[in-house]
């Protein structure tokens, strides 16, 4: 489904920034 997949990138981009913070 692409909001599955989607929703993977989001959280992906989320956990990459938080880990640059």
Do not use: G
Not at 1 to 21: D, F, G, P, T
């Amino acid at each position: 489904m692409a909001s599955k997949l989607l929703a993977n990138m989001v959280i992906e981009n989320y956990r990459i920034e938080r880990v640059q913070a």
